[in-house]
């Protein structure tokens, strides 16, 4: 049995623009204009898409549809995931690479594991499932992700102070031993005292 090859996932129509077809894009790729350029057909759930037109305005991208020509038969599409094969890229990654890496800091120390990929208009953030069992999402940009090894099995997480569900709890044990050592405090002001008084 022949297995069906793994689509990636370049789009997600949304709401419709204006009367003469066009729809916003929610983008998940960081090449819309290769990955959507004009006469590129695309997999979805509604049948093949070719795209008739791409535009760019300001931060948003919007497309229109081969066979979709106004507001009323583009508003059927909304929610409708543009889905292509695979090609290999540099220093790109696909959901399907990623999940089940082991997560590391920068000196080793086992973070937990990466359990997905999901997409936010900002950049794309790591599913990162913590030792503890917190979920974290962890923005996948270089400054935070430095180093992703697929073949190693692990990325390298280098986290700001707060991000990982593990800080608060490292944050509470500092608290608790500075309180402990606050505690022993008094006793010696007794010492301090006694010897004041002594003549």
Not at 39 to 60: D, F, K, V, W
Not at 119 to 146: K, M, N, Q
Not at 162 to 171: C, E, F, K, R, S
């Amino acid at each position: 049995m022949t297995e069906e090859p793994m689509l990636l996932r370049i789009a997600t129509i949304g709401a419709p623009n204006g009367l003469r077809g066009l729809a916003r894009l929610r983008l998940h790729t960081d090449r819309p204009t290769e990955r959507l350029a004009v006469g590129t057909t695309l997999t979805s759930a509604a049948g093949p898409l070719t795209i008739a037109a791409l535009q760019r305005r300001e931060s948003h991208w919007y497309a229109s549809f081969e066979g979709y020509e106004d507001r009323t038969a583009v508003e059927g599409l909304r929610g409708v995931e543009l889905l292509t094969e695979p090609e290999s890229e540099p220093d790109a990654w696909y959901p399907h690479e990623l999940a089940g890496l082991r997560a590391e800091d920068p000196t080793g120390r086992v973070l937990g594991q990466i359990r997905g990929l999901e997409y936010y208009p900002a950049h794309d953030v790591l599913v990162l499932a913590e030792t503890s069992g917190a979920r974290t999402l962890v923005p996948f940009v270089a400054a935070i992700v430095p180093v992703v090894d697929v073949p190693g099995g692990r990325v390298v997480i280098d986290p700001p102070a707060g991000l990982l569900a593990g800080d608060a709890d490292d944050t509470a044990d500092t608290a608790d031993t500075a309180a402990a050592g606050d505690a022993a405090d008094p006793g010696d002001t007794g010492d301090t005292a006694d010897t004041d008084a002594r003549p």
